[in-house]
């Protein structure tokens, strides 16, 4: 377990094995290959970066506190 996060780091890989979210995070830098502007591509993508892991955290957040409410 993260002792900072409470979370569980056993399944950190449960979306990376998650089909439709590969093919849409896949679309989603096919996108932005598109933008000219090199500088404003890698902020695009640093910025959804930091949103999906955040959202990531939110999510075993949310598992970890069903897991241990089943158990109580």
């Not at 000219?36 to 695009?44: P, V």
């Not at 910025?47 to 955040?54: F, T, V």
């Not at 957040?61 to 241990?68: G, L, R, V």
């Amino acid at each position: 377990m993260n002792k900072n996060k409470g979370v569980s780091t056993d399944n950190k890989d449960w979306k990376n094995k998650d089909e439709k979210y590969l093919f849409e995070l896949q679309k989603f830098l096919d996108l932005t290959e598109n933008i000219k502007n090199e500088e404003l591509r890698k902020e695009i993508v640093a910025q959804m970066l930091k949103c999906d892991k955040r959202i990531t955290q939110l999510a075993e957040e949310i598992f970890m506190n069903n897991k241990i409410s089943k158990y109580e």
